[in-house]
C-alpha cells in the first residue's frame, strides 16, 4: 500500500470540492487508478458544504450557560452540540461524549480548529451520501472506479490523542470478515470483524495531522 498525502487550497462555502481535489491531481501529475481509495478530511466537505456557523448568530439556552461553566466551553458552541447530538453520555473538561449518526464522538463532531475566528464547523450534512457522491464525480470525470473515505478524527476512553475515524465510506467494502477462517494454529476465528474503512482512515489521519 502506497499513502500519497495532496494538499489543497483552502476551500470555501461552495467550493466544488471533488474539481478542486482532481485538478491538483493533474497538477501534480497523479493519475486516478482503479481501485485508488481517496481519503478526505471531513473538515473540507462540511466547509464546501456551506456547514459553516458563527457564534455570533447563537442565542444559547439556560441549560446551555448551566453546562458550559461546568465544562468550560464557549455557552453558545454547547448550544450547537446540544442541538445536534442525537444523545449525550456526559461531560467532561472542554468535552461532552456524544452520540451522532451512530457514531460516539466527542462534541456532535462540531470544532473550533481550522475555522476562522468565531467560526465553528458542523459534521457533513450526510457524510455517507457525500462519499457516494465524490466517488460517482469522479466515475463521471476520470472514468475509473475508485473507493473514497470521508475522515475525522476521534478520541478513545482511557487513550490519549485522536486516531482517524472513517464516518462515511462508498466504493469499497469497509469490513474485512474473518469469520470462519482459520488462524495460524488452525483454529476457525469466530467473531473477528476487522474495519478496513477505519484502518485507512487511521493511516490517513497520520498524513493529515490535526493542524
Known amino acids: 500500500m502506497e499513502l500519497t498525502p495532496v494538499r489543497i487550497r483552502v476551500i470555501k462555502p461552495g467550493d466544488n470540492l471533488t474539481g478542486i481535489v482532481l485538478a491538483e491531481f493533474r497538477k501534480r501529475r497523479i493519475d486516478v487508478r482503479n481501485r485508488d481509495v481517496l481519503l ?19 442565542s444559547p439556552s439556560r441549560r446551555a450557560r448551566t453546562l458550559a461553566k461546568k465544562t ?28 451522532k449518526d451512530n457514531f460516539l464522538i466527542a462534541n456532535s463532531g462540531i470544532d473550533k480548529s481550522n475555522s476562522r475566528n468565531g467560526e465553528v464547523i458542523l459534521w457533513p450534512r450526510n457524510p455517507q451520501k457525500a462519499a457516494e457522491r465524490i466517488r460517482e464525480e469522479i466515475l463521471d470525470r476520470t472514468k475509473k472506479h475508485v473507493g473514497v473515505a470521508i475522515v475525522d478524527s476521534r478520541i478513545a476512553p482511557l487513550r490519549q ?18 469469520r470462519l477462517k482459520k488462524d495460524i494454529f488452525g483454529k476457525p476465528l469466530e467473531i473477528t470483524l476487522q474495519n478496513l474503512a477505519d484502518d485507512l482512515a487511521c493511516a490517513a489521519h497520520l498524513l493529515m495531522g490535526e493542524a
Open 40 to 58: 478526505v478530511s471531513s473538515k473540507v466537505v462540511s466547509v464546501a458544504e456551506g456547514r459553516v456557523v458563527r457564534l455570533e448568530d447563537i
Open 72 to 99: 468550560n466551553l464557549d455557552e453558545r458552541q454547547v448550544e450547537l452540540i446540544l442541538r445536534h447530538a442525537d444523545r449525550i453520555y456526559g461531560e467532561v473538561h472542554r468535552a461532552f461524549l456524544t452520540l
Open 161 to 178: 490523542g485522536t486516531t482517524g475515524l472513517a464516518i462515511g465510506v462508498a466504493g469499497f467494502h469497509p469490513v474485512k470478515d474473518y
